[in-house]
């Protein structure tokens, strides 16, 4: 140990403001990237508010939009790909039930009807346009 020469502190000094300068110059470059994707998606964002909104005042524009009603049917989802399976399911079996039954069930109980304005698959879209 008494015979190791000290390190010398240029040296040292040189070592740790080159990593620092390597550091900073990636974090700026990172930072810059980060910077640019946020611009994309804040954009891309604007672009579908847009597009939302246009649809939206199409949609208001067909009169009798806010009566139409749908059957809520009992089979509870848990994804997305569990609900579009499960909803070709109960669409299969409501028409198989209907064919069985014929015209008996015509008639859809009050309870169990719906508006658009109030399915739940579209209370965010409408959330999204109130804002």
Do not use: W
């Not at 005042?57 to 009169?63: C, D, G």
């Amino acid at each position: 140990i008494t015979q190791v020469p000290a390190i010398q502190q240029k040296r040292t000094v040189a070592f740790l403001n080159q990593f620092v300068v390597h550091t900073v110059q990636f974090l700026n470059r990172f930072s810059t990237v980060c910077e640019e994707k946020l611009a994309d998606l804040s954009l891309r964002i604007q672009q579908i508010e847009t597009t939302l909104n246009i649809l939206d005042a199409k949609l208001s524009s067909i009169p009798g939009l806010d009566d139409v009603t749908f059957e809520v049917s009992p089979v509870n989802t848990t994804g997305i790909t569990n609900e579009s399976h499960s909803e070709t399911t109960s669409e299969k079996s409501q028409q198989n039930s209907l064919q069985d039954s014929g015209p008996q069930e015509s008639e859809v109980t009050p309870e169990n009807i719906l508006t658009v304005a109030k399915d739940p698959r579209y209370a965010r879209y409408l959330k999204m346009v109130q804002v």
